[in-house]
């Protein structure tokens, strides 16, 4: 597993200004999403027991970011965004895939989903109930600065069902420049 530790260890995710975050609903956002997809996923979660009280997640997005984060992006992507996701305990973000939507509209890039990447870098050690699954392998254990990339129409799914937040910074670019960076720095 890739490990950025010494681009991370500086920022602590309890210091940053969680009151500027967007709560966000997994299945509320589902239900009204424009994709009738989503909305039948939303149904079928509802209909499980998900919900706005177990799947409630914070983000922080790039304004909110501190600097030496953007600095350490910018050695990766030439464009990218950027934000913190901040699970508390009992709630889940049940199994998705990401579209990378948000990511070509705000760099106004015009790439196929294919050509993106989302690092998924957890924050701190892992924690007892803190879960993270990538088509369906199980990842614990996990230490401060380990990478996981996610790419698009992959399914993942994170939970927190310890006592303590959990915290993990993404960063999402073009593909081709991840596996540049990697290839020569790793």
Known sequence: MLNYKKYIEKVIPENLDWDKSEKQNQVS??????????????KELSSLGYGDLN?????????NIPNELHEFAKTIFSK???????IP?????????DTMYS????????????DIVRLNIFMKDWESGHYF????EPYIDWKQGDCIPIIPNVRHLAGNLGKTKRYTLQITGQRNEFERYV???G
Do not use: C, W
Request: aromatic share 14%; proline share 5%.
């Open 29 to 42: 956002e589902y239900i009204n999403h424009a994709n009738p997809k989503y909305q039948e996923e939303a």
């Open 55 to 63: 799947t409630t997640v914070y983000q922080l997005f790039d304004e």
């Open 80 to 86: 990218y965004q950027i934000s913190f996701t901040m």
């Open 89 to 97: 305990p009992g709630s889940v973000i049940p199994e998705h895939y």
């Open 103 to 114: 990511f070509t509209s705000k760099t106004n890039t015009n790439i196929d989903d294919s």
């Open 133 to 136: 699954e990538l088509n369906r």
């Open 183 to 185: 290839s020569h720095k």
